[in-house]
């Protein structure tokens, strides 16, 4: 519970003064991870998309000397069409409340660089030993808003539930 309401507290907490922003880490052409410290890397994504549909994933694996990490079947299809992929990470926040990361953003359908508005489910890992602290999705109804959820573990495929 403690470390949900750290990250919490970190995510939506911009204006207080140990609230920051996580760093975009642009991804190579062969799927590493450029920009971090060479104490986490080299860190890869590895994304397998569908022959006969590019934009259906069909297997994600993040690795690096230290970790391999695939993300389960059931968590894959619910990421939808994936049109566009991101990753940003932080590693110089206090550790007491969070270790070391790195997130990973599965946009689905339309993706605009400029809108708050596009719809994407994220996947976060640890940087010291990969496993998966949290996961997040972001959809825009039909009718309101966008919404989003926290999905804690987000290592449990029962937790991942379609955004409606």
Known sequence: MKRLVAILLL???PGMAFAHQDRIL???PDGTL???PAEYGPVRISIVRSKDNASKVQ?????????RVALNKC?????????HVEASGSWYHERGILPPYVSLDFYSGPYNPRS???Q??????????GRILMGTRMWKPLIG????????????????QQAK
């Open 26 to 28: 642009p991804i190579k």
């Open 34 to 36: 450029a920009d971090l």
């Open 145 to 160: 808003g966008t919404r989003g959820r926290i999905i804690n573990p987000a290592d449990k495929c029962s937790h991942w």
């Open 75 to 83: 968590v894959i299809d619910l990421l939808g069409d994936v049109t």
């Open 59 to 67: 297997q994600v694996v993040l690795s690096s000397p230290k970790f």
């Open 120 to 129: 994407y489910s994220s996947v976060t890992y640890s940087l010291v030993d």
């Open 116 to 118: 708050h508005d596009n």
């Open 11 to 13: 995510g939506f907490s």
